[in-house]
């Protein structure tokens, strides 16, 4: 009799025991699953962070930390990008800028305020051309401009009149110092060097220098 009362008892007992490890079994999985997923989740999360911190520091690498345009490492190298791609009809115009008595700003305002022109001068550059052009700020109150598709000097004299016009009405109206820039320019076509045309506008630019008036010269 006690065999089969223990008969009776141990099946429902030994499907409890199976029912019980089954359910740990499944629970299990499921903490496991969770904490793999969750793992992706956060193995995604720090991904995308460090993707992010890549493309800041790529960016910032590229930036002028005064003005936010191009520096010059990269603005050669986008120059260069654009002279590979150019179709062989294509013609663009490289712009070499100085600023005008800047020193002067600097001895009697102070360096905090010659930052302030620069910057303003970058300001009115990049409010001057279209979004295919580039600029950039070489060093100093050196900056650069590229135009893209032509070949003609009207249009980067044009460019460099409309931002002298409009340094001298924002400067007056922030109450600030103002100065002119002067220009160099040279015609850009597929298979230049960077080189030879930043030494042909320099060369340019030299010539405009000479009024020390927001001058503009062209070599060729």
């Known amino acids: 009799m006690l065999t089969s009362t223990l008969g009776y008892w141990l099946v ?20 496991k699953n969770r904490e793999l997923k969750s793992a992706y989740i956060e193995l995604g999360q720090t991904q995308k962070r460090l993707e992010l911190a890549l493309n800041a520091a790529q960016k910032a690498a590229a930036i002028d930390d005064l003005t936010g345009l191009m520096n010059f490492k990269s603005f050669r190298s986008q120059m260069e990008s654009c002279l590979e791609q150019m179709e062989d009809e294509e013609r663009g115009i490289l712009i070499m800028i100085d600023g005008d008595h800047f020193k002067h700003i600097n001895d009697r305002y102070g360096h905090s305020m010659g930052d302030e022109v620069i910057k303003l001068t970058a300001q009115m550059i990049i409010g001057r051309i279209r979004t295919v052009d580039l600029a950039s700020r070489l060093h100093g109150d050196e900056f650069a401009i590229f135009v893209s598709n032509t070949a003609d000097y009207t249009v980067a004299r044009g460019i460099i009149g409309d931002i002298n016009h409009s340094i001298a009405k924002e400067a007056k109206r922030r109450n600030m110092p103002s100065i002119t820039i002067s220009a160099g320019a040279v015609v850009a076509k597929r298979g230049d060097s960077y080189a030879a045309l930043a030494k042909a506008a320099d060369t340019a630019l030299y010539s405009a220098k000479e009024t020390h008036n927001g001058g503009f010269a062209y070599n060729g």
């Open 12 to 31: 429902p007992l030994l499907l409890l025991e199976l029912l019980l490890i089954y359910v740990f079994s499944r629970n299990s999985r499921e903490m």
